[in-house]
């Protein structure tokens, strides 16, 4: 009775809370009918090596078409998506069609074809216990090239030991690259990286171009490139937004980069008609 009682008051006093609640349950019934409909779908975005200007791969970018509400962000759904579990599916979903786009790409452009296809995993994706045999099926059923492959993971991922971060050591003994995404976000220091079983790590945003990109950003940026390379780990400065960024980038020695200033989320068909454009022609930068 007591329960019951506080089920009223919340009900009573915090009638906005309660319509929170309504719309994310709303959302959640959504998402999970959304993947039967089939309306999700990728847009890529191109990373660029910063001294020639030339594409060295694109990142696959999840997208979802609400019948009534249109485009909602993967800010909004990813989090949704993560807590119910949904994730999982939505992620396999995610690899089974970047990876069938990275092998189509390679028969019809091979070696003009995006080097890397970079691919968003979750840390409760990775978790999986099937995760690592289930990119190996992906990878062997759509035919494409492992080392034409980067996932992206976050630091959560990484931080403790567990599933997820087997699993990235599995992955990349079976040849596949590992991003450390949105670095300097969260709870990451330098001494986790020291320890880090990553490929690549991925310099945030908001020290590039964001809120934080003021003079400790900037000091914070041209620092990270030493230490990248000194671990022998690839660097791509994410959110570039302006020329005078991209510029201050190669100065401080970053090859590689990401952003606004090269190139939006875009279609495949975009990506495709980039490529047909500079087939056979040297790009000058
Ligand atoms: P992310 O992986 O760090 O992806 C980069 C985000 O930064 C993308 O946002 C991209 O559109 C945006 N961005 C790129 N360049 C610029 C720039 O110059 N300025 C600004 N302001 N933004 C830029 P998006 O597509 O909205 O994705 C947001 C996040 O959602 C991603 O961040 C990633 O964490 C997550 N996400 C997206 N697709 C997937 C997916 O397939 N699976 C999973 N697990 N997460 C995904
Ligand atoms: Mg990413
Ligand atoms: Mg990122
Ligand atoms: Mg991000």
Redesign the pocket.
């Known amino acids: 009775a007591a329960k019951g009682l506080g089920g009223d008051r919340w009900h009573w006093f915090d009638p906005a809370m309660d319509e929170m609640a309504r719309e994310t349950a709303r959302l959640n019934a959504d998402l999970r009918r959304a993947l039967a409909d089939d309306e999700f779908f990728?847009?890529y975005?191109p990373i660029v090596d910063l001294p020639s200007h030339r594409p060295a791969g694109v990142?696959?970018?999840?997208r979802w078409r609400h019948p009534e509400r249109g485009l909602v962000?993967?800010?909004v759904f990813?989090p949704l998506a993560e807590r119910s579990g949904l994730?999982v599916e939505l992620?396999r979903w995610?690899l089974e069609n970047a990876c069938r786009q990275a092998a189509e790409w390679q028969t019809r452009y091979g070696g003009n074809a995006p080097a890397k296809v970079s691919?968003?995993?979750?840390a409760r994706?990775l978790a999986e216990p099937d995760f690592v045999e289930t990119v190996d099926e992906i990878i062997s059923r759509t035919g494409v090239d492992r080392s034409r492959l980067m996932l992206?993971v976050?630091e959560t991922a990484v931080l403790a030991p567990g599933p997820g971060l087997e699993a990235i050591h599995r992955l990349r003994a079976n040849g596949l690259r590992v991003a450390l995404?949105?670095f300097g976000t969260g709870q990451s220091s330098l001494s986790l990286l020291l320890n880090c079983p990553v490929d690549v790590l991925?310099v945030d945003?908001s020290f590039v171009?964001?809120n934080a990109a003021d003079h400790a950003g900037a000091v914070i940026v041209e620092n990270l490139i030493g230490f990248t390379n000194g671990l022998h780990i690839e660097a791509i400065a994410?959110?570039?937004?302006t020329r005078e960024q991209a510029g201050r980038l190669f100065q401080a020695g970053y090859r590689l980069a990401?952003?606004?200033?090269f190139g939006?989320?875009m279609s495949a068909e975009d990506i495709e008609a980039q490529l047909d454009a500079t087939a056979g022609t040297i790009v000058m930068s």
Do not use: C, F, H, M
């Open positions: 990728l847009l975005q990142e696959a970018l999840l962000a993967p800010d990813i994730i992620g995610v691919i968003n995993v979750s994706q992206e976050t995404d949105d991925k945003r171009s964001g994410e959110g570039v937004e990401q952003g606004y200033l939006r989320p």
